[in-house]
C-alpha cells in the first residue's frame, strides 16, 4: 500500500528534520510513529495542515507549526482516531471531486464548512486552538508576553505605560 | 501537623476555600480543635503554572457532572459547567480578588424587585446593618485595597481604558480598590508585582487566598488536623437528630469515618448539596436539612459576558491584575431598563489560548484570526450581574450516572429567566458604546459558558419552611450541622461573592464558638 514517490519522501524527511524533530523533543509519546509513518499518513499530515491552516488563518505564524500540530494529531491517534481522521480527510475530498486541498482557498472553506460538526472537524479545530494558542512562539508574534515571575511582573515593565489616554483621576 | 483522632469528636469542616478556611481559622484561633476534609491536594505557589490552559487544567475540580436545561452550558460544557477550583483553598486560587460588599437593597429583593413571575426570589433573613460589622472584619482579613487605610492599586493599562471609556460615556462610578490584592506588603503577604497570572493561583501571594493565609496560620496553632485527598461522601447523624461522623474517601481510597460534635459544609454550592442529598437517612429520607425540599434549589450562577475591542494603539492588557476594576452605575435596581436588579462592568484581561476559546464558540476562520493577531491592541470587558433564582434551576443526583465510589454525580438544571436575558442584553449594549467610546475599531462579544459563582442550594431562611439553614447556615432541622458556603445565598446580588462569603463565615464561627463554650452545641 505504502508507495514511495519523491514527494512522500519529502514529506518524510521534512517531518523528522523539521516536526519530527521538535516533537520528538517535546517528548510526545508517538512522535517516532509519525516521524517513520506509512507514507498514506504523510499524505494525511499534508491534508491536515492545510485543514489547520485554513481554521486559524495567520499569515504571520510559520506553516511548520502547523504541520507540527497535523503530524502530531496522526501520530499520537490510536487506532479509532486514526481511522477517523483518515476518513475526515477522504472525505474532503470526496466533497471536492479531486483533492482538497488544491482548491482554491473559498472552495475549501465552503466544503470545510459542510464538514462542521462531525468528528473530524471538532478533533481538528479543538486540537488546532490548543496546540497554537497555548504555543508562545505563535503568540508572542501577537503581542503576548506570557510568563513574567522571573521578569518581575510588569510593575516596572510598561502595566501602565498606555500613553494615548489620560491617566484615572 | 496536629493529628486529631477519628474518635475524638472533632468540629468536622468539608472544603477549604473561602468559607471554610476562614471557620476553620477563626475557630482554632478560640482553642477549639478542628478536622478540615480537603478532597482537592495541596498545590502551593511554587507549583503554579503562570501558563492558563495549563493552570486551568492542575486546578479544576474535573469530577464528572451533567448539565441540563437551556443553559449555556447544558451544550457547550454539559459534563463540566462549573469553572471552581479542587486543591487546598479551593477558588480563593483562581478568584480574581475583587472584595465588593452586597448592597442594601440586594438583602431584601423579593420586597424591592416585587413578585418577579418565575423566580422564587426571597428577602436574606439579615440586613446589610447586620453584615456591616463582618464585612469590616473581612476586609481586614483579606486586606482589601481601598478599606483600612490600604492604598488602591496605581491603574493598570486595561482599566485606564475602562475609566475613560465610563467618563466619555457619562458615567461617574469607576473604581479600582475594593481588591484583595496586596497593594503594598501586609500580614505576611508580599505586594503585588503586576503578574498578570490573578486566575492561575498568585505565585507570590499577594492576593488574599486562604491556601496563603488563613490555612498556614491554623497549622501554626496546632489545632488543625488538614486532610488532603479527602472527599466527604456522607454526614451520619444520631437517633436523635444530631450530625455525628462525616464519612470520606481517603486519598487511598478508603472510606474513613470521622466523629464530630459540629460539622460544617463549605463544598461550593454544587457539592455542599450534593453531600447533603447523598446523606439520605430513615430519619431523613429526602437527604439532611431537605424536609421542605429546598436543598438543591435556587441555584443561581449570576448574568454574563464578555466583550472585547481592537484598541487604536496598543494596550497590552495581559500586564498587571487580571481585572483591575469595575463600574457600578449599572449596578443599581432601575426597573425603567427593563430588569430588575443591577450589573457591575469589570475591566477583564485572558490570555490567548482563552480568548481564542471565546472567539471559537462564535465563529472560525479568518475573522478570528484577524483578531487574535490583535492581541496587544485589545481591551476586555466583563459583566457580572444578579440572576434570577428560580424553584427548578437545581442540583440533584444524577438518575444515570456514578462516580468512582458508586455514588451519583450531581446534575445541575438551569433555565435562564427572561430578566436575564434581558439583563445580559442591557450588558452587551452598554459594553459595546464603552467600547465604541474609546475609539474601538473591531468589537467581538462572547458568552461565557463556565458558571464560577455558585449561589443558592441551600438557602438561608427565617421560616424553616423556606429555606435550608437560618441566618447562621444552621440548618434549620439539625442543631450541630451548619452550611458555612455561598449556597446560603437566597439571592446573588450582582456582586462577586467572596467577600460576602467570608463576612457570613465569620459570623457563623463566632455564634458556633459561643454556642460551644456555653455548651450548647
Given at each position: 500500500m505504502t508507495r514511495h514517490s519523491d514527494s512522500l519522501v519529502l514529506s518524510r524527511r521534512n517531518l523528522l528534520m523539521a516536526g519530527g524533530s521538535a516533537l520528538a523533543a517535546s517528548g510526545i509519546p508517538g512522535v517516532v510513529v509519525a516521524a517513520g509513518a506509512a507514507a498514506a499518513d504523510a499524505g494525511e499530515i499534508v491534508t491536515i495542515t492545510r485543514v489547520v491552516r485554513d481554521m486559524f488563518p495567520h499569515r504571520i505564524v510559520p506553516i511548520l507549526k502547523f504541520r507540527d500540530f497535523a503530524a502530531r494529531l496522526v501520530g499520537t491517534a490510536d487506532s479509532s482516531t486514526a481511522a477517523m481522521l483518515k476518513q475526515g480527510c477522504a472525505e474532503l475530498d470526496r466533497r471536492a471531486g479531486g483533492v482538497w486541498r488544491t482548491l482554491d482557498s473559498k472552495r475549501r472553506r465552503g466544503i470545510l464548512e459542510g464538514m462542521g460538526g462531525t468528528p473530524f472537524f471538532s478533533a481538528v479545530r479543538t486540537g488546532g486552538l490548543l496546540a497554537l494558542y497555548t504555543d508562545l512562539d505563535v503568540t508572542r508574534l501577537f503581542g503576548y508576553e506570557g510568563p513574567s515571575l522571573e521578569k518581575g511582573g510588569y510593575l516596572l515593565r510598561g502595566f501602565n505605560d498606555l500613553d494615548w489616554l489620560p491617566v484615572p483621576t | 501537623m496536629t493529628e486529631i483522632s477519628k474518635r475524638d469528636p472533632a468540629v468536622v469542616i468539608i472544603g477549604s476555600g473561602a468559607a471554610g478556611g476562614t471557620v476553620a481559622h477563626e475557630l482554632v484561633t478560640r482553642g477549639i480543635k478542628v478536622v478540615l476534609l480537603e478532597a482537592g491536594r495541596e498545590i502551593g505557589p511554587a507549583e503554579f503554572i503562570q501558563d492558563d490552559m495549563a493552570a486551568f487544567g492542575q486546578l479544576t475540580w474535573m469530577d464528572k457532572r451533567r448539565a441540563t436545561g437551556n443553559w449555556l452550558a447544558a451544550t457547550s460544557s454539559p459534563a463540566m459547567p462549573l469553572w471552581t477550583v479542587k486543591a487546598v483553598g479551593g477558588s480563593t486560587l483562581h478568584w480574581n480578588g475583587l472584595a465588593y460588599r452586597m448592597q442594601a437593597h440586594e438583602f431584601e429583593p423579593r420586597t424591592r424587585y416585587g413578585q418577579v413571575a418565575g423566580t422564587s426570589l426571597a428577602d436574606w433573613p439579615i440586613t446589610l446593618e447586620d453584615l456591616l460589622p463582618f464585612y469590616e472584619r473581612a476586609e481586614d482579613k483579606l486586606g482589601v485595597t481601598g478599606t483600612h487605610g490600604i492604598p488602591r492599586h496605581p491603574a493598570n493599562n486595561n482599566y485606564r481604558v475602562l475609566w475613560n471609556a465610563a467618563k466619555r460615556a457619562g458615567y461617574g462610578s469607576i473604581s479600582n480598590g475594593n481588591l484583595a490584592i496586596n497593594s503594598e506588603p501586609r500580614d505576611g503577604r508580599a505586594g503585588c508585582i503586576q503578574m498578570g497570572f490573578c486566575n492561575q493561583g498568585c505565585k507570590i501571594g499577594a492576593k488574599w487566598s486562604t491556601q496563603a493565609s488563613e490555612i498556614p496560620k491554623a497549622i501554626a496553632t496546632g489545632r488543625l488536623d488538614l486532610r488532603t485527598g479527602c472527599m466527604a461522601v456522607r454526614i451520619e447523624h444520631d437517633a436523635s437528630g444530631r450530625a455525628s461522623a462525616v464519612v470520606y474517601r481517603d486519598g487511598n481510597g478508603v472510606l474513613q469515618s470521622q466523629v464530630a460534635r459540629v460539622v460544617c459544609v463549605a463544598g461550593n454550592a454544587v457539592e455542599t448539596a450534593r453531600v447533603l442529598l447523598l446523606s439520605d437517612s430513615g430519619k431523613f429520607p429526602s437527604g439532611l436539612g431537605n424536609g421542605w425540599g429546598h436543598v438543591g434549589r435556587h441555584y443561581t450562577h449570576h448574568v454574563g459576558g464578555g466583550t472585547f475591542g481592537v484598541m487604536p494603539k496598543p494596550v497590552n492588557m495581559h500586564r498587571g491584575i487580571s481585572v483591575p476594576g469595575s463600574l457600578f452605575d449599572e449596578a443599581r435596581h432601575d426597573e425603567t431598563r427593563g430588569f430588575v436588579g443591577g450589573y457591575l462592568i469589570q475591566a477583564m484581561s485572558v490570555a490567548p489560548s482563552f480568548l481564542a476559546s471565546l472567539l471559537d464558540a462564535e465563529d472560525w476562520g479568518e475573522r478570528n484570526a484577524d483578531f487574535m493577531e490583535k492581541y496587544d491592541h485589545l481591551a476586555g470587558l466583563l459583566i457580572c450581574g444578579e440572576d434570577m433564582p428560580r424553584a427548578d434551576n437545581r442540583v440533584t443526583l444524577d438518575r444515570e450516572e456514578l462516580d468512582a465510589l458508586g455514588l451519583r454525580i450531581p446534575c445541575i438544571h438551569v433555565d435562564v429567566h427572561e430578566n436575564d436575558r434581558r439583563m445580559e442584553a442591557h450588558g452587551r449594549l452598554t459594553t459595546q458604546v464603552l467600547m465604541d467610546a474609546v475609539g474601538a475599531v473591531d468589537v467581538r462579544q462572547v458568552r461565557t459558558a463556565l458558571a464560577t459563582h455558585n449561589m443558592g442550594t441551600a438557602r438561608m431562611s427565617r421560616r424553616p419552611e423556606d429555606g435550608v439553614v437560618d441566618s447562621f447556615g444552621r440548618v434549620h432541622e439539625m442543631p450541630n450541622l451548619f452550611v458555612s458556603d455561598?449556597?446560603?445565598?437566597p439571592s446573588s446580588s450582582a456582586e462577586n461573592p467572596t467577600l460576602t462569603i467570608v463576612a457570613l463565615a465569620l459570623r457563623q464561627a463566632d455564634s458556633i464558638a459561643e454556642r460551644l463554650g456555653r455548651g450548647d452545641l
Open positions: - | 455561598g449556597s446560603v445565598f
